[in-house]
């Protein structure tokens, strides 16, 4: 058979090659997250809190999804550069039952601890809660959308289809961006239904993303064979994909606690203030998806690589990653300098949310180079099965310094300081990153064969 290109392309145009379509589709996926809340700021800034307290559940549901299927591709990937195809099958279907396990679990947190959570808000506002409890229920109970679109673009990322996950992704993305103002608002013969029209716009982008996987990785990914007949569980092979999985499940789901965490903090001020958090994590995933997206593409081909025994591949991956990541980074900083306050009023601000939100978009904005460094180093991480090392930088940088540095800065009574604890923190991770990958390189990467 001929070998795959990812061990044969020249690396900078396979990177090209292989991310542009993912970071494309990722900047849709931030599109239809932002019009999600440009939409929803148009009903009231209560609702915009809300999403934002419902962001903490959508990241846990999107870690358990996205950390089980980055361990389900590090183990595919290695399997094809191997020439393994059967251990490769194994993976993909042992990741399809992992994905339908998350959305039961999900389903049920939906029906029975939605409503918990928002009693234990910061906030009296019952409105926010109303506003959170119905928007978040529906996003928990039909989790499966989401399960279903990030596994089987995920299988096509694996082998280097990424082309088709674009399609997947900016479909699901367009059908979203259509159907929020339509179900939303009422518009036309279709019901006024408010937030609660707002996540079931998502739902179907995810769904219609999901069935469009199904289909071109049955028709198109050659590569990979997903016949269940007589498929059984391995508790070898799901313990392979969480042995590289679990680390990032626990890293996005610090994520949540993060959130959490700031939420609470934030409240402490003003609702408006959380709002002005929210509003700043729909920006700033402008520039932070699409180098998710360049991840999506530098997992398999470091995997691939390291599986193939082709060192200086590897490296050189690496090194333009980095440099492709410091640079939409770059640029996300100097739009958060140059003009915060045109996008905040995408938003629908008050006077008072401008003028907190323009402060903190600068202030925070610092961080964005340095966290380029970060991510690609843990990418890189997680492809040679080291995993743990982008565990403890993340449990360090948002539990032992984010948080802990935040509240100490909202003591001193100013809001403003609150978000100088972002740059702190990453400062801390980088330092923690540039360590773990010295360990690295020493352990791992310096006895790679070089085969090319």
């Known amino acids: 058979m001929?070998?795959?290109?990812?061990?044969?392309?020249?690396?900078?145009?396979?990177?090209?090659?292989?991310?542009?379509?993912?970071?494309?589709?990722?900047?849709?996926?931030?599109?239809?997250?932002?019009?999600?809340?440009?939409?929803?700021?148009?009903?009231?800034?209560?609702?915009?809190?809300?999403?934002?307290?419902?962001?903490?559940?959508q990241i846990l549901i999107m870690a358990m999804g996205n950390g089980m299927a980055v361990g389900m591709n590090s183990v595919l990937s290695r399997a094809l550069g191997e020439k393994n195809f059967k251990k490769a099958n194994q993976a993909a279907l042992n990741g399809i039952f992992l994905a339908l396990v998350n959305s039961v679990i999900f389903l049920l947190a939906g029906i029975f601890l939605v409503k918990p959570y928002f009693l234990l808000q910061n906030t009296e506002n019952m409105q926010i809660k109303t506003f959170g409890i119905d928007y978040l229920t529906i996003?928990?109970?039909?989790?499966?959308?989401?399960?279903?679109?990030?596994?089987?673009?995920?299988?096509?990322?694996?082998?280097?289809?990424?082309?088709?996950?674009?399609?997947?992704?900016?479909?699901?993305?367009?059908?979203?961006?259509?159907?929020?103002?339509?179900?939303?608002?009422?518009?036309?013969?279709?019901?006024?239904?408010?937030?609660?029209?707002?996540?079931?716009?998502?739902?179907?982008?995810?769904?219609?993303?999901?069935?469009?996987?199904?289909?071109?990785?049955?028709?198109?990914?050659?590569?990979?064979?997903?016949?269940?007949?007589?498929?059984?569980?391995?508790?070898?092979?799901?313990?392979?994909i969480y042995a590289v999985g679990l680390p990032s499940i626990i890293m996005q789901a610090i994520g949540s606690v993060m959130n959490t965490g700031m939420n609470q903090i934030l409240l402490g001020f003003s609702d408006t203030a959380d709002a002005v958090f929210g509003?700043?994590?729909?920006?700033?995933?402008?520039?932070?998806?699409?180098?998710?997206?360049?991840?999506?593409?530098?997992?398999?081909?470091?995997?691939?690589n390291f599986g193939a025994g082709k060192r200086s591949r590897l490296i050189k991956a690496t090194k333009l990653g980095i440099l492709y990541a410091a640079i939409l980074m770059i640029l996300g900083t100097l739009a958060f300098e140059i003009i915060p306050g045109?996008?905040?009023?995408?938003?629908?601000?008050?006077?008072?949310?401008?003028?907190?939100?323009?402060?903190?978009?600068?202030?925070?904005?610092?961080?964005f180079p340095v966290a380029a460094v970060c991510i690609i180093l843990g990418t890189v991480f997680q492809a040679l099965g080291h995993g743990m090392y982008s565990m403890w930088v993340s449990v360090c940088r948002q539990l032992l310094v984010l948080l802990p540095a935040a509240y100490l800065l909202s003591l001193t009574g100013s809001v403003t300081n609150v978000w100088f604890a972002f740059p702190i923190a990453e400062v801390a991770s980088l330092i923690m990153s540039l360590i773990f990958f010295a360990a690295v390189y020493k352990k791992t990467i310096k006895n790679i064969p070089d085969n090319v």
């Not at 990030?150 to 674009?166: A, C, D, N, V, W």
């Open 279 to 304: 509003a700043y994590y729909k920006l700033q995933r402008f520039f932070f998806m699409p180098v998710f997206g360049l991840n999506g593409s530098i997992v398999p081909i470091v995997a691939y």
């Open 342 to 367: 045109p996008l905040l009023m995408l938003f629908s601000p008050t006077d008072n949310m401008l003028a907190i939100g323009c402060t903190a978009l600068r202030i925070i904005a610092v961080h």
């Open 2 to 57: 001929e070998e795959n290109k990812m061990g044969v392309m020249p690396v900078n145009k396979l990177i090209l090659n292989m991310s542009l379509p993912m970071m494309a589709s990722m900047l849709l996926q931030a599109m239809y997250n932002i019009v999600d809340s440009i939409f929803v700021a148009r009903i009231h800034e209560d609702a915009l809190t809300a999403l934002n307290l419902c962001f903490p559940i």
């Open 139 to 240: 996003n928990c109970v039909a989790a499966f959308a989401i399960n279903m679109q990030i596994i089987f673009e995920r299988l096509l990322q694996s082998t280097g289809k990424t082309i088709y996950s674009m399609i997947t992704q900016s479909v699901g993305a367009v059908i979203n961006i259509i159907f929020d103002p339509l179900l939303i608002f009422g518009i036309g013969f279709f019901p006024e239904m408010g937030v609660k029209g707002a996540a079931i716009a998502t739902i179907l982008g995810q769904l219609v993303a999901g069935l469009l996987g199904i289909c071109f990785n049955v028709r198109k990914n050659k590569e990979i064979s997903l016949n269940i007949h007589g498929f059984k569980p391995d508790i070898r092979m799901i313990g392979n």
